[in-house]
C-alpha cells in the first residue's frame, strides 16, 4: 500500500496535510532524486489548473527539485495532456502537474508523468515515498550543482497545435456552433482557442478564473448551465471539461448530456469503419454501463475493464495493443495521439464524427440505451467498512439477486474517504433496492 499516492497521484485539501508546502517540496526533491539517471543535465517541466493554491505548491516543488540539482520549466495553467504531450516533446526528465481534476478549489493535488509522458507505475510511485520518509541530506548537490527555474513561452501555442493536428488537414469545423466550458480551470485559453482556429462559432463560459471558481456549477461535472446555454444560442454542440482538461462530457443540441461511455462507443464504432483500431475492442473500467459492452458485442468488438483509474486503463491498452479506452466519467485515452485522457482532443474527435456523418449530435452520439446504472456514495470516517463481515454479506446477498441480469460494484474511492457503491442491471426497480440496502448497511458499519 502507498501513504500518500491514491489513484491519481497526492490530493487533498491545499495547506492541510499532504497537500503543505513543506510536503510539496519533500515530494519535489524524492521525484527528482528518484528520476536523476546519469551526467546529463535532468529538467522537469511544471503545469497547474487556476487554483489559488497553485502558486504555493509551485513554489513549493521548485524549490525541491532545484535543490536536488534539477532544473525547472514551468508552463503556467495548462491542461494535464498538456503537460504529459511537453514531458515528451520537450525530452524532460519527469512532468508535474498541480491539479486536483473535478473537484473543487479548496483541494490540490500533484500527479507525475515520466519521460515518455506516461503517469507513474505503482512501484516507481512507492519509491517516491520511501525517500519522501528518508534523510536525503547527503544526497543533496554542492551549491554549484543547483538546478535553475524559467518559464517557458508558448507552451499553450504548441499544444493547441498538437490538438488541431489530430484531425486530418482538411477537417474544417466551419457551420459548427459549439459552445465550450472550461469550467474556470487549465483549459479556458487553449481549448476555445483551437476550436475557433479550426473554423467553429465559438460560445465561452467558464474562463473567468479567479482561484476559486474552478468546477464551481460549471464544467464536465455540472453541466446544467451548459445545458441551458445550448438551447440559449441554438448550438450544435456543447462541450464541458473539467478543472484540468483531461475529461469531457458533450451536451447534445437538445440539452441532454452524453457522457464517457457513448462518446467511447463513438469513436470505436468510427475508427471500427476507418481500419483505425488497433485491437478488436476497446479499454474500459467496472463502472462502464452494461449497454457500452452489449453495443461493442453487437459490432463485433470486445470491451476490456480495468480497475476505476485511467492510469489502469492506459496500462491495459498498451499491454494489450488497444487504441481507444476510458472512463464513464469523460476520460477518453485515444492512444494514436495522447498518453492520458485529453478532453479537448476526444472532443474534436466526436466534432469530426459529426461533420463526417452530417447529422445531429443527438444522433451521433446516442448509440445504445444505458441499462439503469445507479451510484451512491458513502462517507466514512476511518477503518476499512469494506473488511466487516456485514457489509460482505450485504454484498454477496447483492449479487445473488442481480444474478446474471446486472452488474455489482463496491469500491472505495482512492481519493476522498467514500464507499462507492454501484450497481445496474436490467431491473431499475431491483437495482435500485440492491444499492440502497448495501448502502444502508455500509452507513451503519462506517459510522
Known amino acids: 500500500m502507498r501513504k500518500f499516492f491514491g489513484t491519481d497521484g497526492i490530493r487533498g485539501q491545499a495547506n492541510s496535510y499532504p497537500m503543505t508546502a513543506e510536503m510539496a517540496l519533500k515530494v519535489g526533491m524524492a521525484a527528482g532524486l528518484a528520476f536523476k539517471n546519469g551526467g546529463h543535465r535532468h529538467r522537469v517541466v511544471i503545469g497547474k489548473d487556476t487554483r489559488l493554491s497553485g502558486y504555493m505548491l509551485e513554489n513549493a516543488l521548485v524549490a525541491g527539485f532545484t535543490s536536488v540539482g534539477m532544473d525547472v520549466f514551468l508552463l503556467g495553467p495548462l491542461p494535464t495532456p498538456a ?27 500533484i500527479k507525475f508523468f515520466g519521460p515518455d509522458g506516461f503517469k507513474l507505475s505503482d512501484q516507481i510511485e ?29 507552451a499553450q501555442q504548441r499544444y493547441i497545435e498538437f490538438a ?115 485491437a478488436p475492442g476497446i479499454v474500459a473500467t467496472v463502472m462502464s454501463n452494461l449497454g457500452l459492452e452489449r453495443y461493442l458485442q453487437s459490432l463485433g468488438l470486445g470491451l476490456a475493464r480495468t480497475k476505476v483509474g485511467d492510469r489502469y486503463v492506459v496500462e491495459h491498452m498498451r499491454a494489450n495493443g488497444y487504441n481507444v479506452g476510458g472512463e464513464q466519467s469523460g476520460h477518453i485515452v485515444l492512444s494514436d495521439f495522447a498518453t492520458t485522457g485529453d478532453g479537448l482532443i476526444a472532443g474534436l474527435q466526436v466534432l469530426a464524427c459529426v461533420k463526417d456523418q452530417d447529422k445531429p449530435v443527438s444522433e451521433v452520439c446516442r448509440r445504445f ?39 455489482l460494484v463496491i469500491r472505495a474511492s482512492g481519493t476522498e474517504p467514500l464507499i462507492r457503491v454501484m450497481a445496474e442491471g436490467d431491473d431499475a426497480e431491483l437495482v435500485k433496492q440492491v444499492v440502497n440496502d448495501i448502502a444502508g448497511v455500509v452507513a451503519t458499519t462506517a459510522a
Request: charged residues 25%; proline residues 4%; contains cysteine.
Open 83 to 109: 503537460v504529459a504531450m511537453l514531458t515528451r516533446s520537450l525530452r524532460t526528465d519527469l512532468g508535474v502537474m498541480i491539479s486536483a481534476s473535478h473537484n473543487p478549489f479548496q483541494d490540490n493535488g
Open 369 to 407: 440505451e444505458p441499462v439503469p446504472q445507479i451510484l451512491k456514495n458513502v462517507r466514512y470516517k476511518g477503518g476499512k467498512p469494506l473488511e466487516q463481515d456485514l457489509v460482505k454479506s450485504a454484498i454477496e446477498d447483492g449479487e445473488a439477486r442481480l444474478g446474471n441480469s446486472g452488474r
Open 164 to 278: 488541431k493536428r489530430t484531425l486530418p488537414r482538411e477537417m474544417s469545423l466551419e457551420g459548427l456552433r459549439v459552445v465550450i466550458d472550461c469550467a474556470n480551470g487549465a483549459a479556458y485559453k487553449v481549448a476555445p482557442e483551437a476550436l475557433w482556429e479550426l473554423g467553429a462559432d465559438v460560445i465561452t463560459m467558464g474562463v473567468t478564473p479567479d482561484g476559486f471558481n474552478i468546477n464551481k456549477e460549471c464544467g464536465s461535472t455540472s453541466t446544467d448551465a451548459l445545458s441551458r446555454k445550448v438551447h440559449e444560442v441554438r448550438a450544435d454542440i456543447g462541450i464541458a471539461l473539467d478543472g484540468d482538461a483531461d475529461r469531457v462530457i458533450i451536451v447534445d443540441e437538445n440539452g441532454s448530456v452524453v457522457d464517457g461511455d457513448q462518446l467511447m462507443a463513438v469513436v470505436a464504432q468510427s475508427w471500427q469503419q476507418s481500419n483505425r483500431l488497433s
Open 126 to 154: 512507492k519509491t517516491i515515498e520511501e525517500l519522501m520518509e528518508s534523510d536525503l541530506t547527503s544526497r543533496l548537490p554542492s551549491a554549484s550543482e543547483l538546478g535553475r527555474a524559467k518559464r517557458i513561452d508558448g
